[in-house]
């Protein structure tokens, strides 16, 4: 099966195929070896794959059982490294994370490059509103480089909106290359309510799911324990 | 009375793959392998269902990519070849394991499984299931229901609108199509919920969607009735939140139904054991699953026994019963705290049953039979509890999906994380094409028509997914690479005035779904 095709690539080809892997092979391994390197990681592979097919959303549809090898071949499409605008995006990717990518304009980038006053570049989040309540904005900043392109943020606070801003600083003075739209983080911890304030409330909470939803890490909550008591298990 | 209701809910999507430049794809075989192993059998099990006159309502979508393939000629015709090389292979089995007693009867339940498939796909539903799914649902059986055009994780496109409308607007268009009417219900693809999205629904006529536990239980207020109850958002659409321990009693990891070890094993299959030349009917080239799988999947020690249907039809009827038990007894239990019945939404990926869980249409076949003979429960769709009952809490729902650890990661991270910047950018320039070029006529028309179509492409959460499970990740980046890079050929030559007549119309003979498309969807100002 796998193995019988591993044995037919050349030493080149299965080097390139544990570099694809994410393998580090070091030089002058016997071939066999490699083989065995390449046969654990697809067995690894395959298992985080079955963890995460079920955890989530069930889907085996596009499974490949005992996976074919993947074509060495090269992809052909090359995509534009640069739409040659100045611009930033943040995304939301769960409670505790966003996802940002920017891009600066060739000429501004070769300026900056060029241009001995030119201190650093940064991005700064800021954090425009807490919950319901009117703290005072926050914000923090995060150096990055000129050949940077894309970062993930841990966002400090659940419930609260962010946007980010590109930043250079030139002479001492931040000039703001771009700014994104806002994103707001999301609660993790269920609100209080009055459905845990009374007993039936609870219980149907309990029916729900909510303890093992906690338990998961998915969700939060201060009636967990209180849910789990009134519920009997399904 | 009743105690309270059931709603199964099946999600059926494959995104759109057609390649005509082979004469035989390998990723056409999931469609294929969906189409034997989940469409045929489910509409096997309404079939049965129906003409033994046993009350059931089941919710469906169809995505409108899978809809676009059910209804291509090509893959049609593709697939009863596919169908007839299974045949011809079922007829070799049976001559080779004639002296082989524990698998002899296994070959013979696949050549049967496979003449019927034909006979059913050709005879029956003449080449268009999307037509059979249509009957079942103007018979009142099942509720049609819509997704996004191109299933795509709409959370990662919330600051584009035009697009969030456009994603809307082309699946409503498809529906129209394929079923004559417009959807009361919207399926958010991978339950991906961010606030707002709500708005889109509503302006386009949508009643209700479906939501994740979580996305409710963290909403504003936490829903009084937990997940037993639909709710209101803000603005008057209706959300029903997914049942989490049904879910997990079906599909939970080790622990569900479909986890057992008698139930017939979804990887062992003769495509990785026979030679090559046992198999040549259905393999060409690399091997891959065959659909002919002779074992059971077997408990922790690994080893596998072979397959025996009958010990899994009694499982099957064993974990009905337990299902329609608990559901009953949690509606039981719920009903006490409730002013209106419950509703236990039970939705899964409709492929769960049939191609990863062989014996699943069986399951849900005996899941009916036993709702209906125990009496206290009933199974209702989503439109007619609406109907029928009040909501009266409103919520305002939570960022959340059905991923894996109940957000985006899934969607976004460091595998995939780079199909966003070109993404995001082929829409907003074909936002800037619409605008630029709302009244084109002519080959400019055709070639926004083209452009809009290869934007939505791009986005089908199916890319970003399988780049983050490792299943063909080349695959996905290849496809969403040649969709980016097909929007960005007509861009370019719009710009330049310069569109080959002929590589357009390639392309929209290759990507021909959406015939209706209008790319004024994407316009700012309409």
């Avoid at chain 2, 005509?20 to 509409?43: G, K, M, N, S, V």
């Avoid at chain 2, 969607?411 to 994380?417: A, F, I, M, V």
Wanted: aromatic share 12%; glycine share 6%; net charge negative.
């Amino acid at each position: 099966m796998i193995r019988e095709k591993l044995e037919t690539l050349s030493d080149d080809m299965l080097m390139e195929y544990a570099a694809t892997l994410g393998l580090e092979i070091p030089e002058g391994l016997e071939r066999a070896f490699v083989i065995e390197s390449i046969l654990d990681s697809i067995e690894d592979e395959q298992d985080e794959r079955d963890e995460l097919a079920a955890v989530g959303s069930e889907e085996k549809k596009y499974t490949y059982p005992y996976a074919e090898l993947p074509s060495l071949e090269s992809d052909e499409i090359l995509l534009d490294t640069s739409y040659n605008e100045t611009r930033i995006t943040l995304m939301l990717r769960d409670p505790y994370w966003a996802y940002t990518y920017w891009e600066i304009r060739d000429s501004e980038r070769k300026a900056m490059m060029v241009d001995p006053l030119f201190e650093e570049l940064f991005l700064r989040v800021v954090e425009s509103k807490r919950g319901e309540d009117s703290s005072p904005t926050e914000n923090f900043d995060i150096p990055v480089s000129l050949t940077d392109d894309r970062w993930y943020i841990n966002l400090p606070n659940q419930d609260c909106r962010y946007h980010i801003e590109l930043i250079s600083r030139v002479r001492g003075e931040a000039h703001v290359l771009a700014r994104s739209g806002s994103v707001r983080t999301p609660r993790v911890m269920m609100a209080s309510s009055e459905t845990a304030a009374v007993d039936e409330g609870l219980v149907l909470l309990g029916l729900s799911g909510v303890s093992e939803m906690i338990e998961s890490g998915i969700i939060h909550s201060k009636v967990a324990s209180r849910s789990r008591s009134q519920a009997r298990p399904r | 009375m009743k105690a309270g209701y059931v709603s199964l809910v099946l999600n059926a999507h494959l995104p759109f793959i057609r390649h005509l430049e082979h004469d035989r794809f390998p990723e056409e075989r999931w469609l294929f392998e969906a189409i034997t192993e989940t469409y045929l059998p489910l509409l096997r099990t309404f079939e049965r269902l129906d003409s033994d006159d046993v009350p059931f309502r089941i919710t469906v979508s169809l995505s409108p990519t899978l809809c676009a393939m059910l209804e291509d000629e090509v893959l049609q015709a593709r697939y009863k070849a596919h169908l007839e090389r299974l045949v011809e292979l079922s007829d070799r089995e049976v001559a080779r394991t004639a002296n082989m007693g524990e698998f002899h009867p296994l070959a013979l339940m696949y050549q049967e499984l496979f003449r019927q498939d034909l006979s059913d796909f050709v005879e029956v539903y003449d080449l268009n299931l999307v037509r059979a799914f249509d009957y079942f649902g103007k018979r009142g059986r099942l509720e049609l229901v819509t997704t996004a055009a191109t299933h795509a994780f709409l959370p990662n496109y919330i600051q584009f609108p035009q697009d969030i409308s456009s994603q809307i607007e082309t699946a409503m268009a498809a529906y129209r199509r394929s079923f004559g009417l417009n959807p009361q219900g919207f399926w958010l693809p991978e339950l991906g919920y961010s606030p707002g999205l709500e708005d889109y629904l509503k302006a386009y006529g949508l009643k209700y969607f479906f939501l994740s536990s979580h996305g409710a239980l963290l909403g504003k207020p936490s829903p009084k009735y937990g997940s037993f109850a639909p709710f209101s958002c803000p603005n008057g659409v209706r959300a029903f939140i997914r049942d989490y321990r049904s879910s997990e009693a079906v599909s939970g990891k080790g622990t569900g139904y479909s986890s057992d070890p008698v139930y017939r094993d979804f990887y062992r299959d003769i495509g990785f054991d026979l030679a090559l030349e046992d198999l040549t009917p259905i393999i060409e080239g690399p091997r891959t699953s065959t659909g002919f799988k002779y074992y059971s999947a077997g408990g922790e020690s690994g080893e596998k026994k072979p397959y025996d249907p009958a010990a899994a039809d009694l499982r099957v009827k064993e974990h009905a019963l337990s299902f329609v038990q608990e559901v009953a007894a949690a509606a039981q239990e719920a009903s006490g705290s409730m002013d209106e019945p419950p509703v236990i939404v039970a939705a899964f990926e409709a492929e769960l049953f049939g191609h990863w869980w062989f014996e699943g249409p069986k399951w849900i076949e005996a899941v009916f039979r036993g709702i209906k003979e125990r009496g206290s429960i009933e199974s209702i769709s989503p439109s007619t509890y609406l109907d029928d009952y009040e909501v009266a809490q409103v919520v305002e729902p939570e960022f959340s999906s059905w991923g894996v650890n109940g957000f985006g990661e899934t969607w976004l991270d460091s595998s995939n994380d780079w199909v966003y910047r070109h993404a995001h950018a082929a829409c907003e320039r074909m936002i800037e094409l619409a605008d630029r070029f709302p009244d084109a006529l002519g080959l400019r028309e055709r070639a926004l028509n083209q452009a809009a179509r290869e934007t939505l492409l791009s986005q089908a959460s199916d890319w970003p997914y399988i780049m983050k499970t490792g299943n063909s990740p080349q695959f996905g980046e290849h496809q969403v690479k040649e969709s980016i890079s097909n929007f960005t050929r007509i861009y370019d030559s719009l710009s330049r005035n310069a569109l080959s007549t002929e590589w357009l119309t390639k392309l929209e003979k290759k990507n021909n779904l959406f015939p209706f498309m209008n790319y004024r969807v994407f316009c700012t100002k309409r």
